[in-house]
């Protein structure tokens, strides 16, 4: 929005909303991607970049982008309260930070457990996301895991 943007470096009032829609997936893209020099950033980090830097983005598609996303994006591990790991499996409309996971990692003693679906919006359910994981941290091999899990 303040002119800083490629190739053109137009401003504002100059985008159209299919640009800075297109420059919000790209940012999101950059941050989160791995690259040959760098490993990717976990998607809430590239979140809060976007959220905070409200003078370069449209913090209306910003806030649109997060709703279809998810704070936690579908095939995202994410580390649970009582030290397992999950795979989100479904975001949550209502409420973002409480998606629909596969628990199947027991993160505390290093192994794999039987799989089993939670929907952490559920109020009987007193399990939280305490943070994303980066898969090779405990080394998963994510495409066998997202093949195993969610392309059923």
Known sequence: ??????????????????ARIMAIVDVYDAITADRPHQDGDEPINALRYLLANKQLFDAELVQLFIKCLGVHPVGTIVKLTNERLALVLEGNNLNPIKPKVKLFY???????????????????????????????????????????????
Not at 2 to 8: E, L
Not at 114 to 141: C, G, H, M, W
Request: aromatic share 4%; hydrophobic share 35%; charged share 25%.
């Open 106 to 152: 027991n993160a505390k003693h290093g192994h794999h457990v039987t799989p089993k679906d939670i929907d952490l919006s559920d109020l009987s359910q007193e399990l939280k996301i305490i943070a994303s994981v980066k898969p090779l941290d405990y080394q998963i091999n994510l495409s066998r895991l997202l093949k195993e899990h969610l392309l059923l």
């Open 1 to 18: 929005l303040d002119g800083s943007g490629y190739p053109r470096g137009l401003n504002a009032e100059k985008l159209s909303r299919p």
